[in-house]
C-alpha cells in the first residue's frame, strides 16, 4: 500500500484543512500556503495522480467538468467573476506539482502576475 498523500490525509480528516465545499466526489479547501488573496484547492477523492491520470480514465472525465463547474460556482458566489481568476493545474516535476494527488489552484483576489512571453531584448 502507497503512503497516503496530504490530501488523502485531508479528505481522510486526518489533517485539518478550511473546507469550503465537499460532496461524495471532490473537495474544495484553502490553500494553507496561498500565492494570492484567494488560493484554493479543488481536488479529486479519487486518488488520481494528475490531471493526466483522470483523463487517461475515460470512465471519469465527467469528475474534471465537476470540479471545474464547482470552482467555478465557487468563484462566482465569492465575487471573483467580474475580475476574472485563475484555474491551474500543475503535471509533474518541471511544472512544480509538488502533490502527486489531481488537484486543480484557482487564484484571484488581484490582478495576477504573468510571465512576459515577449520579452523586450535590452
Not at 488520481?48 to 475515460?58: C, E, I, K, P, Q
Not at 503535471?91 to 512576459?116: F, S, W, Y
Request: charged share 25%; proline share 6%; aromatic share 4%.
Amino acid at each position: 500500500m502507497s503512503e497516503k498523500t496530504v490530501f488523502t490525509r485531508i479528505i481522510d480528516r486526518e489533517l485539518p484543512a478550511e473546507i469550503l465545499f465537499e460532496n461524495e466526489h471532490i473537495i474544495v479547501i484553502k490553500d494553507i500556503h496561498p500565492d494570492a488573496p484567494i488560493h484554493w484547492l479543488g481536488i479529486t477523492k479519487h486518488p488520481y495522480t494528475s490531471l493526466d491520470a483522470l483523463l487517461s480514465d475515460g470512465d471519469n472525465r465527467d469528475l474534471l467538468w465537476e470540479l471545474l463547474n464547482t470552482l467555478a460556482n465557487l468563484a462566482h458566489e465569492h465575487g471573483l467573476k467580474e475580475r476574472g481568476y485563475r484555474i491551474v493545474s500543475n503535471i509533474g516535476l518541471d511544472a512544480h506539482q509538488i502533490v502527486p494527488h489531481m488537484h486543480i489552484h484557482l487564484l484571484g483576489g488581484e490582478r495576477l502576475q504573468m510571465k512576459d512571453p515577449h520579452p523586450k531584448e535590452a
